[in-house]
Nanobody
């Protein structure tokens, strides 16, 4: 059983920073693309940023220049450094990854349980 577990969410004031982490565990052969999504109340889930196995990144326009996505391949961990946070960044943040389990061909699309980020004074 492969799973993703996010951590690092919380309450932060506008202009502040947070780092989210997402650790993959289980019987993993390989991890391809990974990404962060978020969903605010009453809104659809949206892509925040993604990173390929070759470390190519892309970001939503609303976070470009403020957020940085990175990964530690040895630790099977994804990070999201969030700076200059705004109230509109408030949402539940989800980790997503394409994971190939050991002993199987093909990858699974795996989601974490989400972590709440609230930006408020």
């Amino acid at each position: 059983q492969v799973q993703l577990v996010e951590s690092g969410g919380g309450l932060v004031q506008p202009g502040g920073s947070l780092i989210l982490s997402c650790a993959a565990s289980g019987s993993i052969f390989d991890i391809n693309a990974m990404g962060w999504y978020r969903q605010a109340p009453g809104k659809e889930r949206e892509l925040v940023g993604s990173i390929t196995s070759g470390d190519s990144t892309k970001y939503a326009g609303s976070v470009k220049g403020r957020f940085t996505i990175s990964r530690d391949t040895a630790k099977n961990t994804l990070y999201l450094q969030m700076n200059s946070l705004k109230p509109e960044d408030t949402a539940v943040y989800y980790c997503n990854a394409e994971i190939r389990p050991r002993g199987r061909y093909g990858s699974d699309d795996v989601w974490g349980q989400g972590t709440q980020v609230t930006v408020s004074s």
